[in-house]
């Protein structure tokens, strides 16, 4: 029976490294040749790294990211690479090159640019125009990327119409939590309509607020899942792809012979020169269905996209505030996971609201992740802040100013050991707080990165107690979960003196920020009209804060930042 041993090289690539990628590339490559593969497949721009933004408006480096393209071609000798790019010829085009023996044999050009959510290729690319096909040991590979393979009756239709036997999917597709489901029901499904093969490889890593997870995949021609690569880690996902079943599926298929009459215009096909025949005797052991874990999977998601933007930045060490409580809990048990505990170091900041089970808390969770602690009261600072504005607030009552005072004292402090020590601060709010602005701007929004910004606060519960049934223990106080949640910035606070109830906050938050709901659709659901109103009213009037944030992991459909773009000044209000 004749096979086309498959490799999908699932790689970390950085924005700009070019030299880093090609390296990595390189690596993937004399895998691939040992594992006797036949075709092996790089994500969506792994050369110059997704999404390289405005950096695709230097012609330097645009040129430098085909030049990396030339210098991998005699890596190929004995096999085919297909690996993604930035071309040039009359425009820009989002492209994958294929690399045959040693040669550069084709290239192919994106189709479908997505323009929506995180994406802004139409920004930057021209579409490509016609399809193309390599044969390479007898098989028929058709080449796509990424959002090619989301339209139905798009480019893979017309590949699978000119008698694909594989189609290699090349992937930039960032995280979010469950999206896995949505994507394999996808290739399920184009697999068997057009009975052919698919094999879809997925970038891996942090790059700013996105994560990709990886998660590559072959489908078999009637929709069965072949092989499954781990997520959130670089893996060479290697699957022999047996040729004959393949023709067998389009035998029994009749949907497919009435689709191949009139033959899809504008294919190119490329017959690509013999190469050695592979070792018939290696053999190569697929791994099952990975299994899946939508807590597990958000949780590696914030470790890595953590990890990662802090290394690729040129740091080693963290610094964050640990108020007891379970945000900073949370975010530290991230850090620690991300980083090493030795990287990581705790502060205490307390000050004259701050409970003597605040600190022990935080004393508790430093001890059980192994992370440095420190302890610097904000006392001093704060009393003299007050003496200073005292003669201007004179007849005036306390009010925000004066809690948001103690916790810009605890920013100032924290950059402080930022700046002195070259730690990078973590900020610890989460999405509820950042979404009704629940925070101090210059104060607990000081950082730069917001490991949890994309994290609501029902959440960020959930998270904390998978993590602690993690093997090991528990490292989350079991107070700093069960407490009510308090600001402590002054007596008896609590933050449901100023917001709903978690569950209810962020069931509105989710449909107003992440869908886009009316204030009557939400009441529609059962939650209270003025409660309602307040929230929508709380978040649009925080946009000027959120612009301020810093960078966070996305993990949710729709993420503030890139992902949600709204005008700061508007006078657009839901009623």
Known sequence: MSILRTGLAQMNATVGALDENVAAIRRQLAAARAAGVDVVAFPELAVCGYPPEDLLLKTSFVAANRDAVESLAPDTAGMTAVIGFVDRQFDLFNAAAVLHNGEWIATYHK????????????????????????????????ISVCEDIWVPGGPVSRLARAGADVIVNINASPFERGKWRQRQRMLATRASDHAVVIAYVNLVGGQDELVFDGN?????????????????????????????????????????????????ANVRRIQADEVAPRDSASAVSVPGPVPHDDLAEVYEALVLGTRDYIRKNGFTKVVLGLSGGIDSALVAAIAADALGPENVTGVKLPGRYSSEGSRTDAEELAGRLGIGILELGIEPLFTAALE????????????????????????MLLMALSNKFGWLLLATGNKSELATGYSTLYGDMAGGFAPIKDVSKTLVYELSR????????????????????SAELRPDQTDQDSLPEYDVLDGILERYVEQDWSLPEIVAEGYDADTVARVLRMVDLNEYKRRQAAPGVKVTPRAFGRDRRLPITSGYRER
């Open 466 to 485: 998978w993590r602690n049934d993690q093997p090991g223990g528990p490292v989350i106080p079991e107070d700093s979960i069960t407490k009510p949640p």
């Open 388 to 411: 200073v504005l005292a003669p201007t607030f004179d007849g005036t009552a306390p009010d925000l100013t004066e809690e948001n005072l103690q916790a810009r004292a605890r920013g």
């Open 111 to 142: 189709q479908r640019l997505p323009n929506y959510g995180v994406f802004d290729e139409l920004r930057y690319f021209k579409p490509g125009r016609g399809e193309l096909m390599v044969c390479t040991r007898g098989a028929w590979v058709g």
């Open 216 to 264: 590559s995949v072959v489908f078999g021609a009637e929709g069965e899942l072949l092989a499954e690569a781990p997520a959130f880690r670089e893996e060479l996902l290697v699957c022999d792809v047996e040729l004959e079943q393949v023709f067998r599926a389009r035998l029994h298929d009749p949907r497919r012979r009435h689709a191949l009459r009139g033959e899809p």
